[in-house]
């Protein structure tokens, strides 16, 4: 069993875990820093970079006094290297760097969207390669065929805002606060999902990308308007997101024949989102997986499991690895027209 410390910082949450490769978590901890950066209505990223150097250390020493584990005793040190918020990012991959290198342990310099990717398989033994992969998060929407560890394919990406995204501008425009996904699933409990008519982006097209922009702005439109209840109209818009993932999801569906359907990343946090895609892949015959909801949201237990299915596949790295503001999974997935910076 190899064992596994785990930092993540490349957004606005600051993480640490110590992780099994026989899939135990002995210990873990996050901080979100939501009060910090509620007033600004998103993530201000310095002020993301600045409260990592302040959380990170205390988390590193908080998990291995929770689990009794003295630096000596792990096998390697994983740490976020990017896709991310740049600042936050340097400061955990070094503070990675310095706890590998004064305990002389491998360091694995993880990328976040693979954290996402393998997260399933931390708490789905039976869940193998291949699969196709729904990873929905604040900064990507991204439909991914997983063949193993270091190896993705891309079928589909959003041409404009991510799917987390559009549910932080939409809650805003609600005047819901930071972060948006969880205010308006639970704002969404008392609404009616068919009370305002909104867009479903793309539906229909042949190849599975997403677009969640316009769909702000019918949200936009339907708040100034004065004629929708706020319940209504996150219950329609959350109604609208799903729709969206499945169709966009089912035509995917039909170019892999990957035995298994898993959707990741913080909006699969989301009970409407998890049980729209799980009956999509009962309709299609295939397995459906989704991890908890704590698990899906930024931490950094998957960060740790993606280091151990690293460590097993002889990828460490050396302790001059680069922090990556951008990073793709699949770096030949093709550049799609509007995608912006967020392919
Ligand atoms: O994966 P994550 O924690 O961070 C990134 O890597 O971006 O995803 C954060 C995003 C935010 O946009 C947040 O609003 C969204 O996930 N989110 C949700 C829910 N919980 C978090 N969206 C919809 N419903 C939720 N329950
Ligand atoms: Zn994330």
């Not at 063949?147 to 995204?165: C, F, H, M, P, Q």
């Not at 008519?197 to 019918?218: I, N, Q």
Request: glycine share 12%; aromatic share 4%; with cysteine.
């Amino acid at each position: 069993m190899a064992l596994i410390l785990a930092l993540e910082s490349s957004c606005d949450d600051s993480a640490a875990a110590l992780v099994g490769s026989d899939r135990q978590i002995l210990a873990q901890a996050v901080v979100g820093q939501n009060d910090a950066h509620r007033p600004f209505g998103g993530v201000v990223p310095e002020i993301a970079a600045r409260a990592h150097v302040e959380i990170l250390p205390g988390l590193v020493r908080q998990v291995l006094h929770e689990a009794d584990v003295s630096i000596g005793e792990v096998d390697a040190v994983a740490a976020t290297a990017g896709p991310g918020l740049i600042g936050g990012v340097m400061v955990g991959l070094l503070v990675g760097k310095g706890l590998a290198l004064s305990a002389d342990k491998p360091l694995i310099a993880v990328n976040h969207l693979e954290g996402h990717a393998l997260s399933p398989r931390l708490v789905d033994v039976k869940l193998g390669f291949p699969y196709l992969l729904l990873l929905a998060s604040g900064g990507h929407c991204q439909l991914l065929e997983v063949r193993g560890v270091g190896d993705y394919r891309r079928l589909a990406t959003t041409i404009d805002d991510a799917a987390g995204e559009a549910f932080d501008k939409a809650a805003k425009l609600l005047e819901l606060g930071y972060p948006g996904g969880p205010a308006i699933e639970e704002l969404a409990k008392d609404g009616d999902p068919t009370a305002v008519p909104l867009p479903r982006p793309l539906v229909g097209t042949k190849e599975p990308h997403f677009s969640f922009a316009g769909l702000k702005g019918a949200v936009q439109r339907a708040v100034t308007s004065g004629e929708h209840r706020a319940e209504d109209i996150a219950a329609s818009f959350q109604q609208a997101v799903v729709d969206c993932f499945v169709d966009r999801t089912k035509r995917a569906l039909e170019k892999s024949d990957a035995p298994s359907l898993v959707v990741a990343g913080g909006v699969a946090a989301n009970a409407s989102v998890r049980s729209g895609l799980k009956q999509l892949a009962q309709d299609f015959d295939r397995r459906f997986s989704v991890p908890p909801g704590w698990l899906c949201t930024d931490n950094a237990a998957m960060i740790g499991w993606a280091g151990a299915e690293r460590l097993a596949a002889g990828l460490v790295d050396e302790l001059d690895a680069p922090a990556r503001a951008r990073w793709p999974l699949d770096p030949t997935g093709e550049k799609v027209r509007g995608a912006g910076v967020k392919a």
